[in-house]
């Protein structure tokens, strides 16, 4: 299956609003990064640059890089991204990332009988960001 199209899909469908939206892959890293840009292509020298970085559990923290991109290399790195100049937001960027979904405790797939009622199936998909929506 196209996980990327999958993916896409749920970011789309999920009824969010996003400037941008960056898909980090499961091989990022060091010499696999995921660039992203602040939008903003010169400073003058009174500018007061930053980004805010809101996690994927929704804590926010002002990042120390004064840098105009960022070189993202680990999956932690998934969030919520602001540019700012002067406290003021220039470019908002979601970066997120699916893991493959998987039926809880069996992993793989299950077989339903005439006559299976109230059965419950529980997908997950750990580390996913923005919380995927699934359908059956
Ligand atoms: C940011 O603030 C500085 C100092 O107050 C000012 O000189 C500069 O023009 C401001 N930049 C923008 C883009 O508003
Ligand atoms: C940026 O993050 C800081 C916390 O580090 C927060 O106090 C501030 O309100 C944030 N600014 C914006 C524009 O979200
Ligand atoms: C990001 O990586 C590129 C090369 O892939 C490098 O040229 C650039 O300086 C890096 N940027 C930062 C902010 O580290």
Request: charged share 15%; glycine share 6%.
């Amino acid at each position: 299956m196209d996980w990327l199209k999958v993916c896409l899909n749920l970011i789309l469908f999920s009824g969010c609003v996003y400037a941008e939206v960056v898909v980090m892959s499961s091989k990022v890293g060091a010499t696999n990064p995921v660039t992203i840009n602040a939008g903003v292509s010169t400073l003058s020298a009174n500018d007061d640059f930053s980004w805010n970085f809101t996690n994927s559990v929704g804590v926010e923290t002002t990042l120390d890089s004064k840098e105009l991109s960022l070189n993202l290399t680990k999956l932690s790195e998934v969030g919520e991204y602001e540019s700012l100049v002067n406290g003021s937001v220039v470019n908002e960027i979601t970066v997120a990332y699916l893991a493959n979904p998987v039926i809880q405790n069996t992993r793989h797939s299950v077989t339903f009988n005439e006559g299976d009622n109230n059965r419950k199936l529980i997908c997950i998909s750990e580390g996913s960001y923005p919380p995927p929506h699934y359908q059956w």
